[in-house]
T-cell receptor, first 114, second 112 residues
Framework: EAGVVQSPRYKIIEKKQPVAFWCNPI?????LYWYRQNLGQGPELLIR????????DSQLPKDRFSAERLKGVDSTLKIQPAELGDSAVYLC????????????FGSGTQLSVL | AQTVTQSQPEMSVQEAETVTLSCTYD???????LFWYKQPPSRQMILVIR??????QNATENRFSVNFQKAAKSFSLKISDSQLGDAAMYFC?????????FGQGTTLQVKP
């Protein structure tokens, strides 16, 4: 069974540039999550999707971050424009539903903003 | 709001010895799940063990076991017979419904 796939694995950009991350969840998983993990800290939820609907985006900085999940499968997270403080690892995860079953994580995208 | 606290930024253990990682959490809910995740340098979060709050029996998975104290809101992870491959960052996490909340993590070093 294929796991959660994320790309790119690494991204280096200059501040004020746009950047996008892509996530393909496990087949059949209805719930998709985007987390941001700063160096040496635990992941923090940015947004959660149930199928194609964003059901929790309270922690998403909406002035510069946007996300979409077309057709309730793949998802894209975008930052425009990027700031130095956006340097972090962006993790995607999926689960069958939004209940209490476990989450499966991708390997993340490490973003460096110079 | 729910919070998860890991008070040990770093721990070390000798190979083949036992180590315990601490975690406390705060919630007003009675039904929830607790997890320990391992994150090696590859960055991928790997589920180590899961505990349902309504179960009194502590979960075990091979060399990994937990000490779940619901009244004290404590959820520690014990790793027995530590191996070099156990070296990683370990995160305690709480889940009630859709949101999974992580602690700050504990870096575990295993010495040969």
């Amino acid at each position: 069974e294929a796991g959660v796939v994320q790309s790119p694995r690494y991204k280096i950009i200059e501040k004020k540039q746009p950047v996008a991350f892509w996530c393909n969840p496990i087949s059949g998983h209805n719930t998709l999550y985007w987390y941001r993990q700063n160096l040496g800290q635990g992941p923090e939820l940015l947004i959660r999707y149930e199928n194609e609907e964003a059901v929790d985006d309270s922690q998403l900085p909406k002035d510069r971050f946007s996300a979409e999940r077309l057709k309730g499968v793949d998802s894209t997270l975008k930052i425009q424009p990027a700031e130095l403080g956006d340097s972090a690892v962006y993790l995607c995860a999926s689960s069958e539903t939004g209940g209490n079953e476990k989450l499966f994580f991708g390997s993340g995208t490490q973003l460096s903003v110079l | 709001a729910q919070t998860v606290t890991q008070s040990q930024p770093e721990m070390s253990v000798q190979e083949a010895e036992t180590v315990t990682l601490s975690c406390t959490y705060d919630t007003s809910e009675s039904d929830y799940y607790l997890f320990w995740y391992k994150q090696p340098p590859s960055r991928q979060m790997i589920l180590v063990i899961r505990q349902e709050a309504y179960k009194q029996q502590n979960a075990t998975e091979n060399r990994f076991s937990v000490n779940f104290q619901k009244a004290a809101k404590s959820f520690s992870l014990k790793i027995s017979d530590s191996q070099l491959g156990d070296a990683a960052m370990y995160f305690c996490a709480y889940r009630n419904g859709g949101k999974l909340i992580f602690g700050q993590g504990t870096t575990l070093q295993v010495k040969p």
